[in-house]
């Protein structure tokens, strides 16, 4: 059992937080590849206690990750419309690239764009797998070529589920083998007297 101070320690991964700290230094997973098409809808996705939009541009096909509200009136960039190089906020007509650069204020009197930038992560593909990396710049990693990413020699199956627990919760379970036995056999009744004659396990974690 965790202590509250554990907790707030190890399970908040929000910026600025030490285990979200720690997870921005890796790729990753975000979404995809086959969910977003060049020019396609905008995504509103949550990753790491943040809120942001992902989608694909139309010119060069490239994967934007940005904030999700405009920089100018906090507008959800999820409804706007990818064109002319960028993400087009539908408020005012702001355009954003896929490195938040604001290529164009259309309805400003005087174009202030080139001091606005707008949050932005990079994004790389692979095996049907679009990456975000959300940590500092300078200190980005090579993006791991798992096997199961690159290899070509079969098929390659891509879901996601929906969880209702923090990433510490999920691990906790993985690695709790006791539980098999009980949380996941339906014929219970049958087996019982067959489990019980296993050596019962003894589990050490640090």
């Not at 949550?46 to 999700?68: A, S, W």
Request: proline letters at 6%; a negative charge.
């Amino acid at each position: 059992m965790l202590t509250q101070e554990q907790n707030e320690l190890i399970c908040k991964v929000g910026p600025g937080t030490p285990a979200g700290d720690w997870f921005r230094r890796y790729w990753i997973a975000a979404g995809f590849s086959a969910d977003f098409k060049p020019g396609g809808q905008p995504k509103e996705v949550r990753l790491l206690g943040e809120d942001l939009v992902m989608f694909r541009d139309k010119e060069q096909g490239r994967m934007g990750l940005l904030g999700l509200r405009c920089s100018h009136r906090l507008t959800k960039l999820a409804y706007g419309r990818v064109e002319d190089g960028g993400l087009r906020c539908p408020f005012h007509g702001w355009v954003y690239d896929v490195e938040g650069h604001c290529l164009e204020q259309p309805a400003e009197p005087v174009s202030f764009a080139d001091r606005i930038r707008h949050p932005s992560y990079p994004c790389q593909e692979l095996g049907g797998v679009i990456f975000a990396y959300m940590g500092p710049r300078d200190q980005q990693p090579l993006l791991p070529h798992y096997e199961t990413l690159v290899r070509q020699d079969g098929g390659r199956q891509h879901y996601f589920d929906v969880s209702g627990g923090n990433y510490l919760q999920h691990l906790e379970g993985a690695v709790d083998t006791a539980h098999f036995s009980y949380l996941h056999q339906f014929n219970w009744s049958q087996t019982k007297d067959l489990v019980r004659q296993f050596t019962t396990p003894e589990m050490e974690f640090v």
